[in-house]
């Protein structure tokens, strides 16, 4: 990916509204930023606002990345932006400037606090469907070394040794010599048994 990465760098350097770039999350003077931000795996990759990252969910190949940056590397709705923004989005935007410092830090804190709960809820609940699945297959290999014990493997080696197994049915046949078809063997066979025994009424 970082070919690709890199690629989509030069082609944006130097660009007027939009830039492409990378931080080194493991660098001391980079950490702060990173968390802020969310950073947790590496590579990660952010966009939009720079003081409201999102996350990009889309492929890593240069053609993916090129195609979502000419579509969304732009000016966005925001406060310095607000002749983008839908009235909707434009009302919001005023109520939040219209905060003082503190309440403006106080929710943002609330926000941020919100996020941070679901992200620990959903850690938790992942760590139980862990031991969940480490349980199942306990319970599993245990289960099926019960069975192996219990006779299962004797089982097989005696049919093995008796060159015994599963047989595969006959195939059917359509057509063919009649002296082959059972049903009109046993015809034969009733017919004749009656004749014998007219023979010996006579």
């Keep these: 990916m970082k070919a690709d ?9 130097g ?10 999350c493991t660098a001391d003077e980079s950490k702060a930023l990173c968390e802020t931000h969310g950073v947790q795996g590496f590579p990660t990759i952010k966009w939009g606002d720079p ?3 999102q996350d990009y969910e889309g492929g890593r190949s240069f053609e993916d ?30 109520v939040f400037m219209k905060m003082s410092a503190e309440d403006l830090d106080a929710q943002i804190e609330k ?11 959903f850690d938790a609940e992942v ?3 862990q031991e969940k699945y480490e349980e199942l297959e306990k319970a599993k290999t245990e289960a099926q070394a ?8 004797l089982l097989k080696a005696v049919q093995s040794a008796r060159g015994g ?24 066979d009733s017919e004749g048994f009656k004749e014998d025994k007219e023979e010996e009424d006579l």
């Design 5 to 13: 990465w890199d690629k989509l760098s030069e082609a944006y350097e």
């Design 15 to 24: 660009h007027a509204s939009a830039l492409v770039g990378d931080v080194d």
């Design 51 to 53: 003081s409201a990252l």
């Design 65 to 94: 990345l090129e195609t979502f940056a000419g579509e969304n590397l732009k000016p966005l709705c925001g406060p310095k932006n607000l002749d983008l923004c839908d009235a909707e989005k434009k009302a919001e935007i005023e």
């Design 111 to 121: 926000k941020e606090a919100e996020s941070k709960e679901a992200e620990e809820t």
């Design 127 to 129: 760590k139980k469907l």
């Design 146 to 153: 019960a069975v192996k014990n219990s006779g299962l493997s």
């Design 165 to 188: 197994g599963k047989k595969a049915a006959a195939p059917e046949t359509d057509g063919g010599d009649d002296d082959d078809d059972p049903d009109l063997k046993d015809d034969t």
